[in-house]
């Protein structure tokens, strides 16, 4: 089981600076990784940093953990700009960036701010977007021609330099097609449809299994767990060895301004994450 953080990106976590001290801390600690929430106008939480700007930072300041998006809406981009931060991003730390994307889900950050607010359309333009963002970065002649995106260049990423991009992708269980789609690239970030509950280690259980039912390939794929780290370091490493059991590849623990304070967030990290 490999261990991250996931950083909301308002609140105290919209001071850009506080977010890479958090980011370094992370690292000193023993977290293999550090993700962003990729949000513009999250309900009501006010200041947003931009997570693209604070990865670069961090990828800046930090030399060994992972770095990504958890998640980006590929709708609410052009995947051309988009591929040309990903390359930026993965050149900047060094082959350590992962890129976490998904459809999008909230209002407030779609149908209120001009987006497409349906659903079906974002998930076509998810499809779209991935397929188009992996002729970007291969560093061949492009020749797209999609509903929703068309582009044509002769060179977008150095040829034969391609980078080899991670790409794991959001699915709300127990709602198939999401983990379907994630089983054609490099992992799934699981969360509950109940997003108040966490997800059981049963219902990743079957997740492993619809993965493998639907993998075209041996390589690695990570199942990704919204895991929160508690006060009982016994009672963490237990369920860890659970969760590893029932498939688990990665625990992803959040820092929720709204849920706890700056000091505590940090003591918490500084814990270091549940290791057996």
Excluded at 44 to 52: L, N, Q, S, T
Excluded at 74 to 98: C, H, M, N, Y
Aim: proline share 5%; aromatic share 10%.
């Amino acid at each position: 089981m490999k261990f991250a953080i996931n950083f909301a990106n308002f609140g105290y976590l919209g001071d850009v600076r506080c977010l890479a001290d958090l980011a370094c801390d992370a690292e000193a600690a023993g977290w293999d990784g550090v993700f962003l929430w990729d949000h513009v106008n999250w309900a009501d939480m006010g200041f947003h940093a931009d997570p693209w700007i604070a990865l670069g930072i961090i990828a800046m300041r930090t030399e060994r953990i992972l770095i990504g998006t958890g998640v980006t809406p590929i709708a609410r981009r052009r995947p051309t700009k988009l591929a040309r931060e990903i390359l930026t991003l993965d050149q900047l730390s060094d082959g350590r960036f992962v890129f976490g994307a998904g459809s999008g889900l909230w209002p407030s950050e779609f149908d209120d701010l001009g987006d497409s607010a349906d659903l079906r359309v974002r998930a076509e333009m998810l499809d779209e977007g991935l397929a188009l963002l992996q002729e970007l970065w291969s560093g061949n002649p492009v020749q797209f021609e999609g509903t929703h995106y068309q582009a044509q260049t002769q060179s977008f990423a150095a040829a034969g330099s391609s980078p080899r991009i991670p790409i794991w992708l959001a699915g709300t269980w127990p709602n198939r097609k999401p983990f379907r789609r994630a089983a054609r690239y490099d992992g799934v970030m699981a969360i509950n449809q109940d997003f108040s509950q966490p997800l059981s280690s049963q219902s990743v259980t079957e997740i492993a299994e619809l993965i493998a039912t639907n993998r075209v390939t041996d390589e690695p794929f990570e199942i990704v767990c919204g895991l929160r780290t508690s006060d009982d370091a016994q009672a963490d490493i237990a369920r860890v060895q659970e969760y590893e059991a029932a498939g688990a590849t990665w625990w992803m623990d959040s820092v929720f301004p709204a849920m706890e304070p700056l000091e505590s967030a940090r003591a918490r990290i500084r814990r270091g994450p549940p290791r057996g």
